[in-house]
C-alpha cells in the first residue's frame, strides 16, 4: 500500500494542476468569446451602413445617369450649325455619350452584388467615370 500513495499523490498533483489550467484557459477563451461577439456587431453595424452608403449612392447615380440622358436627347435635337464633317464628328461623340451612360447605368444596376471590401473601390471609380462624363458633356458644349 506504501507504494501506491506516491502514485496517488502524483496523480492528484497532476490533476489539481489540470483544474487550474483549464480554469486559466476558460478565462482566455471566455475573453476571446467576447471579443468575437464585440466584431461580429461590429462588423453587422459597417454592413449596415455599407448598404444604407451603397442604396443612397445608387439613388444619386441613377438620378445623374438620367440628367444625362435628358442632356444626350437634347444634344440629339441641336444640330450642329457648322459643315457636315463637324455635324458628323458632333453626332458621333453624342452617341459615344449616350453608350457610356448606359454602360454607367448598367454598372450601377449589377453592383447589387459587389462585396463590402470592394464597394470603397467600385465607388471611386464609378465616380471617376461620372465625372468623365460630365467633362465629355461641356466638351461637347464648347465645341458649338
Known amino acids: 500500500m506504501k507504494k501506491y500513495i506516491p502514485i496517488f499523490a502524483t496523480i492528484a498533483l497532476i490533476i489539481a494542476c489540470s483544474f487550474s489550467l483549464f480554469a486559466q484557459e476558460n478565462k482566455k477563451a471566455s475573453k ?5 461577439v464585440e466584431a461580429q456587431r461590429e462588423l453587422t453595424a459597417a454592413e449596415r451602413d455599407s448598404v444604407a452608403d451603397f442604396e443612397q449612392f445608387k439613388k444619386e447615380s441613377l438620378a445623374s445617369i438620367a440628367e444625362n440622358q435628358t442632356k444626350i436627347a437634347a444634344l440629339k435635337v441641336k444640330k450642329a ?33 459587389t462585396e463590402m471590401g470592394m464597394w470603397p473601390s467600385f ?16 466638351e461637347i458644349g464648347d465645341d458649338l
Open 32 to 36: 476571446a468569446r467576447k471579443e468575437v
Open 81 to 113: 450649325k457648322e459643315t457636315k464633317v463637324a455635324s458628323e464628328k458632333y453626332n458621333k461623340d453624342v452617341l459615344a455619350l449616350e453608350e457610356k451612360n448606359e454602360a454607367l447605368r448598367k454598372r450601377i444596376i449589377e453592383a447589387d452584388g
Open 123 to 138: 465607388k471611386r471609380q464609378f465616380s471617376s467615370d461620372m465625372n468623365d462624363i460630365g467633362r465629355a458633356f461641356k
